[in-house]
C-alpha cells in the first residue's frame, strides 16, 4: 500500500523534461535532422554517380532489408541487454560510418560500394536503435505521462522533416553531398555523446529472462497471439500503413498529371499535412487524456484520417484542398501515439522490445510494398479511383475495429 502511495505521489510532482529526458530527446533531434539532411544528398549524389533512378531503389533497399529481418531479433536482444547501451552503440556506428563515408567523398576514394555498405549499416543500427529507444521511453517516464512523451518524441520526426527538406533542398547546391554526409555522422555521433550520460532507471517490473535466442525468437509469435488485443493493433497498423502508403504515394502521378497544379503544389500539400501532424502533436503534449478514452480516440481519429483524403481526388480547389489534408495529418498524431502507449504499457516490460522489433519489421516490409503497389496499380486503373479506395479500405476496419472488446481493452490499458 505505501508502495503504491509513493508511486501516485512520484507519478504527481514528476517532471517530465529531467535530465535524462531532455538529454534523450536532444539527441533524437540532432540525429533525425541529420537523417533527413542525409536522405536528400545520398538521393542526388547517386543519380549524379549513376544516372539511374534503379540503383536508388537498390540502395532503399540494402538499407531497409537489414531492418526488416533483424528487428525481431534486435527486439529480443533489447530486452536482454543494457537498451542504453545498445542506444549509443547503435548512434556510434552509424555516426562513424556515414563520416567516414563523408571523409572518403572529399578526399576522393568514394566509391559505390561504400554507399550500400553504410546504408547496410544504417539499416543494422536502426534495427538496433528503433525497438530499444521505445521502450526505454517507459522507463523515463510515468505512466500518467507517457502520451505527452511519445508526442514529444513523434513531434520530433515531423518538424524534422519539415525542417531537414528544406535545409537539404536550400543547401545541397552550396554545400554538396560530402559536407551533408559529415554533419549526419557527426550529428549521430553527437547523440551518442548525449546518450552517455543518460541515467535509466531499472524496471522494477521487469524479469529477466533466462532463455536463449532461438527460444525466444520460437515463441515470439506466441507473445503475440495470447494478447487478442496486441494481435488486433499489429493489424490494424499494417493495414493503415500499407494503404496509407498505397494512397499517398498516388498522389504525386496525380498531381503530376495536373497540369495547374504539379510537383510545386504537392511540396505544399505534404507540407499541410506534416504542418497537421506537428499541430496535432503539440496538442498531445498538453491535453491530459484518461486511457478509457483511448479506443474511442483512434478509431476516431482512423475514420477521420479516411475520410479526410477519400475526399482529396474530388476537389477541384487546391487551396480547400488544403484543409481536409491538414487535418488529416491532425489525427493521424493520435493514431501514432496511442499505438505506441498501447505497446509500451500494455506490453510486459520484459517483452516489450521483443514487441517493438516485431512491428518496425511489419512497417520496413510494407513501405516499398505499398510503393510498389502503387506503381503496378497505376497501370491498369484510375488514379482517383485507387486513392479515394485506399483511404476507404483504412476507414472501413478503422469501423469494423469498434466491435473488437479485446482490441478496447488493449488500448485503453485496462490489461
Not at 537498390?58 to 529481418?69: E, K, S, V
Not at 497540369?259 to 501532424?277: D, H, N, Q, R, V
Not at 499505438?339 to 504499457?345: D, M, R
Request: proline share 4%.
Amino acid at each position: 500500500m505505501t508502495n503504491d502511495i509513493e508511486k501516485s505521489t512520484n507519478e504527481t510532482t514528476f517532471k517530465l523534461w529531467n535530465k535524462n529526458f531532455i538529454l534523450l530527446w536532444q539527441g533524437q533531434l540532432i540525429s533525425s535532422l541529420g537523417d533527413i539532411v542525409y536522405e536528400v544528398a545520398i538521393s542526388f549524389f547517386i543519380l549524379k554517380l549513376t544516372g539511374s533512378t534503379l540503383m536508388m531503389s537498390y540502395l532503399l533497399a540494402a538499407t531497409l532489408l537489414p531492418r526488416l529481418l533483424l528487428s525481431p531479433i534486435a527486439g529480443i536482444l533489447a530486452d536482454k541487454w543494457n537498451r542504453k547501451n545498445i542506444i549509443i552503440w547503435a548512434d556510434l556506428v552509424r555516426g562513424v560510418a556515414i563520416l567516414g563515408l563523408g571523409l572518403a567523398g572529399i578526399f576522393g576514394f568514394i566509391s559505390l560500394w561504400m554507399l550500400f555498405a553504410t546504408g547496410f549499416i544504417i539499416g543494422v543500427g536502426g534495427a538496433f536503435f528503433n525497438p530499444a529507444i521505445n521502450s526505454t521511453i517507459p522507463d523515463l517516464t510515468p505512466k500518467s505521462r507517457i502520451m505527452e512523451a511519445n508526442s514529444a518524441f513523434s513531434l520530433i520526426y515531423g518538424a524534422s522533416s519539415l525542417l531537414g527538406y528544406f535545409l537539404g533542398g536550400f543547401f545541397y547546391p552550396i554545400l554538396g553531398a560530402f559536407v551533408f554526409f559529415i554533419i549526419n555522422g557527426s550529428s549521430y555521433i553527437i547523440s551518442a555523446i548525449l546518450e552517455i550520460f543518460i541515467s535509466i532507471p531499472a524496471n522494477q517490473d521487469q524479469v529477466p529472462s533466462k532463455s536463449n535466442i532461438l527460444t525466444d525468437l520460437k515463441n515470439l509469435p506466441k507473445i503475440i497471439t495470447e494478447i487478442k488485443g496486441l494481435r488486433y493493433l499489429l493489424v490494424s497498423n499494417a493495414f493503415i500503413s500499407f494503404f496509407s502508403i498505397l494512397g499517398v504515394t498516388l498522389i504525386l502521378p496525380y498531381f503530376e498529371r495536373k497540369a495547374e497544379w504539379g510537383p510545386s503544389f504537392y511540396g505544399i500539400l505534404m507540407t499541410c499535412f506534416t504542418l497537421g501532424t506537428i499541430l496535432g502533436l503539440l496538442a498531445l503534449t498538453k491535453i491530459k487524456i484518461h486511457s478509457k478514452y483511448h479506443t474511442s480516440i483512434y478509431l476516431g481519429a482512423t475514420i477521420s484520417f479516411s475520410l479526410l483524403l477519400f475526399l482529396t481526388p474530388f476537389i477541384s480547389n487546391f487551396w480547400i484542398l488544403l484543409l481536409p489534408v491538414t487535418l488529416a495529418g491532425f489525427t493521424n498524431s493520435a493514431i501514432i501515439v496511442i499505438e505506441k502507449v498501447a505497446l509500451q504499457l500494455s506490453v510486459l516490460p520484459e517483452n516489450r522490445s521483443k514487441v517493438f522489433g516485431v512491428w518496425s519489421t511489419i512497417s520496413s516490409s510494407l513501405i516499398p510494398l505499398g510503393m510498389i503497389s502503387a506503381g503496378v496499380l497505376a497501370n491498369f486503373y484510375d488514379i482517383k479511383i485507387l486513392i479515394s479506395a485506399s483511404f476507404a479500405v483504412i476507414g472501413i476496419f478503422g469501423f469494423v475495429l469498434i466491435f473488437s472488446r479485446s482490441f478496447k481493452s488493449f488500448l485503453n490499458l485496462e490489461n
